[in-house]
């Protein structure tokens, strides 16, 4: 089993360009999530997919958009990159989500994505 | 505001030595907490979940505690590997909105021979 795969693992943007990160997982998770990680700050919750169908805000949805394409696959979109958006981003799954407190995440390697 | 607060912001320890990490959290209402270890380049991994009715809890040479009148979980490292050279996050659950996670800033630990 792979776990939590995304792609790409690094990104230089300019301003104003758009792109897509994908994110995929193969344990069966019914939960996906996605983060960022900035210097000195604990990772901060961007979306996520309760399950398949269902997307929801978290802390900072501002500037992204999310898609569930399917019980695998969580994609994080950047329509138009600010240099705010410069970070570590991590995909992230879980089998119970919200319904399960314990509910261990298991997490990606991340995408390091810088915007001029 | 839901914090959690991490000590050290990170340390250098000598291969063999022990070392404790400390989580001091005020998020409320408190579900669990969790610690994980980060790897440079890479993405967080589980260690420990405690609930509030746990007070301690163990992963191979990693021991957690927690006391929660206090708000305080530990890490404690018993004999280091150079392989322990990594980031440790304490994450803290909040038992309303959905369970949703806290995470602290992390402490770094370097493991030298």
């Known amino acids: 089993n792979a776990g939590v795969t995304q792609t790409p693992k690094f990104q230089v943007l300019k301003t104003g360009q758009s792109m897509t990160l994908q994110c995929a997982q193969d344990?069966?998770?019914?939960?996906m999530y996605w983060y960022r990680q900035d210097p000195g700050m604990g990772l901060r919750l961007i979306y996520y997919?309760?399950?398949?169908?269902?997307?929801d805000k978290g802390e900072v949805p501002n500037g992204y958009n999310v898609s569930r394409l399917n019980k695998r696959e969580f994609s994080l979109r950047l329509e138009s990159a600010a240099p705010s958006q410069t970070s570590v981003y991590f995909c992230?799954?879980?089998?119970?989500?919200?319904?399960?407190?314990?509910?261990?995440?298991?997490f990606g390697p991340g995408t390091r994505l810088t915007v001029l | 505001k839901n914090q959690v607060e991490q000590s050290p912001q990170s340390l250098i320890i000598l291969e063999g030595k022990n070392c404790t990490l400390q989580?001091?959290?005020?998020?409320?209402?408190?579900?669990?907490l969790r610690w994980y270890k980060q790897d440079t380049g890479r993405g967080p991994v589980s260690l420990t979940i405690?609930?509030?009715?746990?007070n301690t809890k163990s992963n191979g040479r990693y021991t957690a505690t927690l006391d929660a009148d206090t708000k305080q979980s530990s890490l404690h490292i018993t004999a280091s590997q150079l392989s322990d050279s990594a980031s440790y996050i304490c994450?803290?659950?909040?038992?309303?909105?959905?369970?949703?996670?806290?995470f602290g800033g992390g402490t770094r630990v370097l493991v030298k021979p």
């Open positions: 992230a799954s879980s089998e119970y989500g919200t319904r399960v407190s314990t509910d261990t995440q298991y």
């Open positions: 344990m069966n998770h019914n939960s």
């Open positions: 997919s309760a399950s398949e169908g269902t997307t």
């Open positions: 989580c001091n959290y005020t998020v409320s209402p408190f579900s669990n």
């Open positions: 405690m609930t509030f009715s746990e």
């Open positions: 994450v803290v659950s909040i038992k309303a909105a959905g369970n949703k996670l806290t």
